[in-house]
């Protein structure tokens, strides 16, 4: 398969896509629509309302996720999305071919689904489904390793050894960014019903990509935070556009401290260390000392400051030895399964995996 081949990675929180060849997604959209009233009929019905893309600025509370926790929950809506996508990327009229990732816990009716509005409503000319995890896996340049995948709907972990991917191994949990994100708006809001969703949107997204960090210990860093004088770290200040200011407490700031203490928080949830480790502990003993030296990071999540090094050090604590643990942290890993996508859609090992829309239509 060659040519101008779309690589589709749509995930929970975010839609990424772009053309083989590229080092990065062109497009990256947050995973949102909004239903806004027909000037004609503005009454409530589906009938009577126009489906748009992301947040409409004059009805701001009528945004939802199409996919949540890694499930399909809004198939017009996600119809919309990648039609959009795939009119952004035409050339000449042409539709290109998609290799499109699919989440581990895509049943056969949604498999199903994708394929009939991927050939019938979009007309897509050929079609590759391929594993989110693999495709992080191949990203990293390697075959064996744990891939951890935290996302903004669910946290995976997948070991593989040699390409394969080991089933007894896989770990997933409902815990994830969007986890973080209602933490911080209930503790930055205070459930107040006069703030606009959209405001807290914009808040809290500013806040986790700009101030939020990992914490190596959670009591040295709250000392540490509450030690300043007022004034002496600028991110411990949020300002809002307006021009207020908003003094950000230590656990606001460490809020992704949940990810490795979720009681804290009081989630009755695994830790991701934890999940990691009975991960790699499922797997035949042979094979673990070379499985812990290869912990792939991907996802959003992981991009928070100071994420690879807690991983490196919790490994360590659950008596992996410190020649054994290695976390493996790339630059782009919050694109990894798209950049994976985009190395595999070229391959000769894959061109059989193509299906095209003539065998689509025959069968």
């Known amino acids: 398969m060659t040519g101008r081949i779309v690589i589709i990675d749509h995930g929970s929180g975010y839609l990424k896509s772009g053309f083989l060849g590229w080092n990065e997604p062109q497009m990256v959209y947050p995973s949102i629509v909004n239903y806004s009233p027909c000037r004609e009929n503005p009454g409530p019905s589906s009938a009577q309302r126009r489906l ?35 009119k952004k990327h035409k050339k000449d009229h042409e539709v290109s071919p998609v290799l499109f990732t699919e989440s581990p816990l895509r049943e056969r009716l949604d498999r199903k689904k994708t394929l009939e509005i991927m050939f019938e409503s979009l007309q897509v000319p050929s079609l590759l ?18 891939v951890v995948d935290s996302g903004y709907g669910l946290t995976r972990m997948q070991p593989f050894h040699l390409g394969r991917p080991l089933q007894a191994g896989f770990k997933m949990l409902e815990f994830a960014g969007q986890d973080l994100f ?57 300002q809002f556009p307006d021009g207020r200011y908003m003094e950000l407490t230590p656990m606001q700031r460490l809020a ?16 991701l260390s934890q999940a990691v480790v009975d991960s790699i ?8 000392p070379l499985l812990v030296s290869h912990v792939i990071a991907c996802g959003g999540n992981t991009m ?37 996508a985009s190395i595999v859609a070229h391959m000769s090992t894959y061109q059989s995996e193509w299906i095209t829309k003539v065998e689509y239509d025959e069968k």
Request: some cysteine.
């Open 256 to 271: 992704p401290e949940m990810f490795f203490n979720p009681q804290v928080f009081d989630l009755q949830a695994p830790s």
């Open 52 to 86: 748009n893309l992301g947040v409409d600025f004059l009805h701001p509370d009528t945004f939802s996720y199409p996919i949540q926790r890694g499930r399909v929950l809004n198939w017009e809506g996600v119809e919309h999305m990648w039609s959009f996508i795939l």
């Open 182 to 238: 209602t933490y911080l708006s209930k503790s930055l809001f205070l459930e107040d019903s006069s703030v606009s969703k959209v405001f807290q949107l914009h808040t809290v997204d500013a806040i986790q990509m700009n101030q939020c960090y990992m914490p190596q210990n959670l009591g040295e860093a709250i000392d540490f935070l509450q030690s300043l004088p007022p004034g002496a770290d600028k991110k411990n200040t949020y």
């Open 129 to 146: 489904l391929a594993d989110q995890m693999e495709m992080s896996l191949y990203a990293s340049g390697l075959l064996t390793g744990v």
């Open 304 to 340: 928070y400051p100071g994420f690879g090094n807690r991983l490196y050090k919790e490994l360590v604590a659950n008596d992996f030895s410190i020649s054994d643990a290695a976390v493996w942290v790339g630059s782009k890993r919050n694109f990894s399964a798209w950049l994976g």
């Open 281 to 288: 502990r499922m797997c035949e003993a042979s094979l673990q």
